[in-house]
């Protein structure tokens, strides 16, 4: 295999990121020589760069910056933690005591059964009865013939519409 698709092989992984330690010193020597072609050259000004920054100083006092930052960053991080541990703590109790106040409410406000029957006879005579039942039966009957009417003028508009398609239909 050539040196150069030794290279490619290795800029492939580096990229991927399953390069060693190793052979990313490899492709460092390689593509710090100046000789090397103008398709290397974005490569080469990102591994200089990655590379050589351990020669870089760092702008004073930036170590302290940046542990000032983490800090309070974690410290933040722990405020939410604990302020959401405490609201789900009063969710749970303020659910808890709204069912227990529901089944209070539901134990003493609801209706208890009485002795006295549910279904009683409002009429002492059989025939008064019979005529006030059917009185009910005739008051429902015209309620649902009213109910009806506009139900049969649409249903003969709907037969006639019938009627037209297919007649239209067997002229074709």
Excluded: W
Excluded at 29 to 35: G, N
């Amino acid at each position: 295999m050539t040196k150069e698709k030794t290279i490619e092989q290795l800029l492939s992984a580096f990229y991927e990121g399953h390069t060693t330690p190793e052979e990313e010193l490899i492709l460092y020597h390689y593509l710090s020589d100046d000789a090397v072609g103008e398709p290397y050259h974005a490569d080469r000004i990102l591994v200089k760069a990655l590379y050589d920054s351990d020669r870089m100083p760092l702008p004073e006092g930036m170590t302290d910056r940046l542990d000032s930052a983490l800090t309070k960053h974690i410290q933040q991080t722990d405020k939410r933690r604990l302020y959401s541990k405490t609201k789900t703590l009063y969710i749970r109790l303020m659910s808890a005591a709204a069912i227990v106040l529901l089944c209070v409410g539901v134990f003493f406000f609801t209706d208890r059964p009485s002795k006295s029957p549910l279904i009683a006879d409002t009429f002492t005579n059989p025939k008064d009865a019979a005529v006030a039942a059917e009185q009910a039966l005739l008051l429902v009957s015209s309620k649902l013939n009213q109910g009806l009417a506009p139900y049969e003028k649409f249903k003969k508009t709907i037969i006639k519409t019938d009627e037209i398609i297919k007649e239209n239909l067997n002229i074709n």
